[in-house]
Structure formats: C-alpha cells, structure tokens
C-alpha cells in the first residue's frame, strides 16, 4: 500500500560536540587499559575470554559478542549458533528514525511491519523474527530481560494474537550496538526465545557529546519526519560513566488509499436515515469533495515521541555498581474505519443523518514506557565474578476514541429524554476515553561465573520474576448500549452501543492479575581443541498457574580449514501465555464475511468461551534445530549459510471471528454480550518453520 518508502532528506544538521570521543570497534576491549570511553562488559556480565584478546586480520581488535553465553564473550565466526551484531554507525546507515525499521534493513529473518486501520497495532507495530511471533522472540537490554507491550494485536495484522515488545521506545542515540541471536535460546533466557534474542546495548561513554536533527518525508508529499537527538557522556570517579540520551520525533501520517467513489452529495437522492445512497433520475453516482473523496486513512500514523535514556556505572569497593533508565512517551492518531452518513441506527425526526457529512473515527493513543536496572557485579582472584541485579519494566496504553458517536445515546437523547433535533446534536459526545493498558515486569537475577583453567567455563544462575496485568476501564460513554437492557431494545430503532471505531471496556472487563515465575539455569562451555568449541545450558522453570518444565540445549562450533567453519546447535524451549492472552477481552470493528461488524475478544473463562467449550490456554513447546557453515573469503569479509528447522506444539492463536448462525449456543452467548461475533485464544496447531539465512 504504501507507493514509495524513500525518504527524502530534505535537510540535515549534525553538531559535533566530540571532546574526545573514539568510538571505534575497539573501544571495548581498550578500555581498561587507556583513555578511551569506559566499557561496562554490555551484558551485565564480567566476561573472561580468551576471545577478548584476538586480534583479526588486519591487526585490529575484533568487536566481542556476549549474547547467547553468559561464560565467554566471543568473536562472531568462533560463535556456536548465528549470532549478529549492527552498531551505531551501521544503525545510522540505514536513514531510518525509528530502531524497528532500521533493524529491519539491516538484519536477517528480522520484520517489522506496518498497518492501518488495526486500533493500537497502528501506533506499536509487531516486531517478527524468522517468521514466528512477536512474542516469540526476546528483547533484552543490556543483558537484562526487557518487558513486553501491554498491547495485544487483535486485529488482522502481521502477528495477530500476539504480544510483542516495543522496539521503538529507545532512540538509536542511546545504542552502542544491537546483537541479535538467530537461535531458539530458551534454555539460556527463559520464556518467549524461540525465534531468538535481541540484545540492545546502550552507549557506555564517559566523555563526548552529539547533537544531530533531521527533516524528511516521502516521495508522495507526506509523512513528514522531523528527528532530533541529543547525547552527552560524563565521567564518574576514576573509572565510572554516565552516558545521558534525549530524542524527539515527529512523524506525520501518510495517506495511500484511493478516492471512496461514494455519492453523498449534488447528484444524489438525499439520504434520508435508510442506509441507502442512490443517485437522482439522469445523474451518475459521481464522488465529491472537490472532486474525490478519500475518507480513509490507509498509511502510517500521526507519531510524536518523546524518549530518554541514561546507562552508568562507577566502582564500589571490589566491583562496580551498573544500572539504566529508560523512558518514552508517544502519542499517536490512526483513523478507524470512515462511518458513512447512512446507515447509523439511530433515528432523528428532521429526517438527516445524526451526523450529516459522516465522519472517520480516531484512536488516539498515549504510550508511556519506563524501566530501571540496578546491580551490583565484582570479580574475585580466582577469576569467578558474580553478578546481582534487579530490572524493572512497565508499558502502559491509554486509549481515548476521537470524533466519535455513540449511535445508542442518540436514541436515549432522542426517545427517553425527548429533546428537538438540534438539542441531541449539540449534546452528543464526539469523544470518550476508552480504556487503558498495563504490563509490568519485575526480575531479579543472580548469576556466578568461573572457569577452570582456559578451557571450560561455567555458569549457574537463579532468576524470580513477577508478571503484572492491568485493564483499566473506560467512560460510560465509550462502552454503553443505551437503549437494549439484556438483548431487547427499549427504543423503536435499536442502534449498536459504545462509541463507533474503537469501543470502550466497562468495569466488568477490569483486569489486575499478577503472576510469579522462579528460575535456575546453568551454561557451560567447553574448549575441547583449538578448533572445537561446545556449548550446552540447562533451565528450569515453574510458572504460577502452569507449572514447571526443564529445557536443554546443545550446540558446537567445529574448525575444518583455516577460514571455513561449521555451526550446529539444537534445543528445546517454551513459551508460557502471556497476561494479555489469558486475561484481555474487548469488541472492535471488524469485518466477518466483508461485512463491517462490532467483534468482542473474549477470555477463555468468559461465559462466551465456556458456552463453547474453549478451553483454558497452556504452553507452547518447541524444538529447534540448526546447522551453519562460515567461510573466510577475505581478511575483511565471510559468508555464512545457516539451515533452520522450528517446531512448535500447541501454538496459541487467535481464532477467525465466528459470527452469528454457527451455533445455537454461540448465538445465545454473543447476544447476551451484545456482540455480532467473537474470536478467542487457542491453542489450536502445530507448526513447523524452517528456512536458510544465506548473509
């Protein structure tokens, strides 16, 4: 849909404020011993790798990976499973604002769509990974387990059903470099790494600045994008650092939907209430509005975020103290399904429309994003190093639905309280907060590391996490049926309750659940020779309300020749639903056999559901393996060849929207919900994915 996705710069000012800021692939490794920005070893983690030291072909050092292990940081090609790594400058090569989109060009397997017309999809776009869910993939920061969206996608877009993180919510300013692991990992980082990990490492400097803003928009003259950054770093003590980032941007939104072709005007029989436009005796149905009308709004979102992000670390004692903060905050408009003049419902004497022109709801959405780590790491003379930390994640979602109506209320205006025509027009609300969201995340984390000589390196740690939900209702307005009580109408023309475009939830769809995980992992790894790496991990898991269960994985790297390698890994994972599919119900506008419908998500406790026999949701559990083959055909350039195979049982989906006539059960349990239709969450197939990243 979208003609063109080039964007042109239309100007660009960088200010440089680097006092003394090398930001060269080297500087983590140099740190320690010279003047270069201070590294905080990314992961949270004391590294202790013979890897550290390697310099490559051209004598320089090598950047070191730490994603997938937590013993040894490792450069890519000795790597047991596909691990890659963009940094900042990479990141700025793309011409992107947003880190979604620029993860997108740049890594394999890795998708980042857009919608229109999905409800808050629109403004949190499904981040995928080798074709799975969004929820099947981890995001961490630093190391440190990142918290999901509240939103859950409901709609028919990419990753429907699911519940995904939100990669836009820290600015590319505050990142040093992102690693992404394309590997199921579960037995290293718990839940939801299937399709693999992303691991976000922010900048660690302790000196420099950078000022930078940028303007551009499309080819077609719209989606204006106005960026700015700011990012500064300071020096803590004799060793510390405290890197601080501000973003703003501003995207507006962008259009690409042809004209309606509807008649409403000149030309046209005036509509009169009954749902039907037809054209006067000798006229065409011409469009209007000078001389097409596009009502829709079929492209990106109005978008206006504000970001803020702060990583530092300084040393106490024998170690160091470490910790980050993060928050943004976005708003963004989306339009709903355009509302004709016709067909409403609802009935006035004068013989007009309730509203005459028709209009085009909007879902506005504020989304506030907010975590903060804090830990403590130290190593000790025999080279172990124990690291303890606490990281928590809130993501929250207020809805409030714009130039609106709720066609119910004007049959209440019209027939229970008896006011004129212009009285019930000047006294409909045209908008109603509909409901908010939120999701938190509270983990602590213990982890010990050492090693026995420099052949083997082992891990154990301990993790307990606690899982928040929250549904807030919203106004009356936005969720009520003014004139049916239990299924029958009070008035003599029923019309559909709750604000049209995106209704409300009411106080009976009020969610607070929270849940308990406990978890212990080991990692170990083993340099068998000098050109045989192996890697295995072990984790178990007990989730309140689903148990416990244990998942392995067993990987290896193998030297052949001097520059060709060979990968293979394979592993077992799960995936425990989440709170937003177990606990999130609500009725959207949506469209069952092309006809336009008002839709409830219903729990799989509901009353709906139990008529039915819905079950209750369980875990996914998978099966991954892979194989991989590395060949050095330069000093400066390899190709890699990695083979996948995903197997996933009991897969949670979001059903079809089942609408009336299936089922006498079905009817009775949507009509005493006053809902057209339903769709629920199953665990309803098996799926295997398989697939080659040639890079």
Not at 445 to 470: H, M, Q, V
Not at 508 to 529: C, K, L, N, P, Q
Not at 638 to 664: A, C, E, H, Q
Not at 667 to 681: C, K, M, N, R
Request: glycine share 12%.
């Amino acid at each position: 849909m979208m003609k063109n996705k080039v964007l042109i710069g239309i100007s660009t000012i960088v200010l440089s404020l680097l006092f003394a800021v090398p930001v060269l692939a080297a500087d983590p490794v140099e740190a320690k011993d010279s003047d270069a920005p201070k590294d905080t070893h990314d992961s949270g983690q004391t590294q202790t790798s013979k890897a550290a030291q390697t310099d490559d072909l051209n004598g320089e050092l090598e950047e070191v990976i730490i994603t997938g292990s937590r013993v040894a940081g490792r450069i890519s090609i000795d790597l047991p499973v596909a691990v890659d790594m963009f940094t900042n400058e990479d990141l700025e090569a793309t011409g992107e604002t947003e880190v979604g989109r620029m993860l997108q060009k740049l890594a394999p397997s890795f998708n980042f769509s857009s919608s229109s017309i999905s409800d808050g999809t629109d403004a949190l776009r499904p981040a995928t990974l080798r074709g799975l869910g969004p929820d099947q993939t981890l995001v961490l920061i630093n190391g440190k387990r990142r918290h999901q969206a509240s939103l859950i996608h409901i709609n028919n877009s990419v990753g429907r059903g699911t519940a995904g993180t939100d990669m836009n919510a820290i600015p590319a300013a505050a990142i040093k470099r992102i690693e992404v692991l394309r590997d199921g990992a579960a037995a290293q980082y718990g839940s939801d790494a299937i399709a693999g990990v992303i691991n976000i490492i922010l900048k660690d400097y302790s000196e420099g600045g950078l000022i930078s803003g940028s303007i551009g928009e499309y080819t077609e003259g719209d989606g204006r994008n106005y960026n700015v950054d700011l990012f500064h770093g300071f020096s803590l003590g004799d060793d510390g650092f405290m890197s601080f980032t501000l973003n703003y941007r501003d995207r507006e939104n962008t259009t690409r939907r042809n004209p309606q072709g509807v008649c409403l005007y000149g030309g046209c029989v005036d509509t009169d209430g009954n749902g039907y436009l037809e054209p006067a005796p000798g006229n065409e149905v011409r469009e209007v509005s000078g001389p097409s009308r596009n009502p829709f709004r079929i492209g990106d979102s109005d978008s206006e975020q504000f970001a803020f992000v702060l990583n530092g670390a300084f040393g106490v004692g024998s170690g160091e103290l470490y910790g980050f903060i993060t928050y943004s905050n976005r708003k963004s408009q989306s339009g709903a399904f355009n509302r004709n003049p016709a067909g409403s419902g609802a009935a006035l004497d004068d013989g007009e429309n309730v509203i005459v022109d028709g209009f085009l709801p909007l879902i506005n959405s504020q989304i506030d994003d907010f975590s903060y780590n804090f830990g403590y790491r130290t190593e000790f003379d025999d080279g172990s190093s124990i690291d303890l930390s606490y990281t928590y994640g809130q993501n929250t979602i207020d809805y409030v639905t714009g130039n609106t109506v709720n066609y119910s209320f004007v049959n209440f205006l019209n027939f229970g309280e008896g006011l004129s025509d212009s009285e019930i027009r000047s006294q409909i609300p045209r908008e109603a907060s509909a409901y908010g969201l939120e999701l938190n995340l509270s983990t602590i984390n213990l982890d010990y590391t050492t090693s026995f000589g420099d052949k083997l390196y082992f891990a154990l740690g301990a993790e307990i996490r606690k899982d928040g939900y929250k549904v807030t209702p919203g106004e009356q307005y936005s969720f009520t049926d003014y004139d049916t009580v239990d299924g029958e109408a009070l008035y003599p023309q029923n019309a559909s309750g709750g604000t049209q475009g995106f209704g409300g939830i009411g106080p009976a769809s009020a969610v607070d659940e929270t849940r308990d995980v406990f978890s212990f992992y080991g990692d170990i790894e083993y340099e068998a020779t000098d050109s045989l790496l192996i890697n295995g991990a072990i984790r178990y898991d007990n989730y309140d309300g689903f148990g416990d269960t244990v998942s392995f994985k067993l990987a290896g790297n193998l030297g052949i020749t001097d520059n060709f390698r060979l990968r293979a890994a394979a592993s077992t994972g799960f995936r425990a639903p989440s709170m937003q599919q177990i606990y999130f119900n609500n009725t959207s506008t949506q469209f069952i056999g092309g006809v336009q419908i008002e839709t409830g998500t219903f729990r799989n406790d509901s009353l709906v559901a139990q008529a039915i026999g819905i079950p209750e949701l369980k875990e996914e559990e998978s099966t991954n393996f892979s194989v991989g083959a590395i060949y050095d055909i330069s000093d400066s350039w390899n190709v890699t060849v990695d083979f996948y195979s995903i197997k996933i049982d009991d897969r949670i989906v979001l059903s079809s929207n089942l609408g009336m006539g299936l089922s006498p059960a079905l009817d009775a349990a949507l009509t005493a919900a006053d809902s057209g239709g339903g769709q629920f969450f199953l665990n309803a197939i098996d799926t295997k994915t398989k697939g080659v990243d040639i890079i």
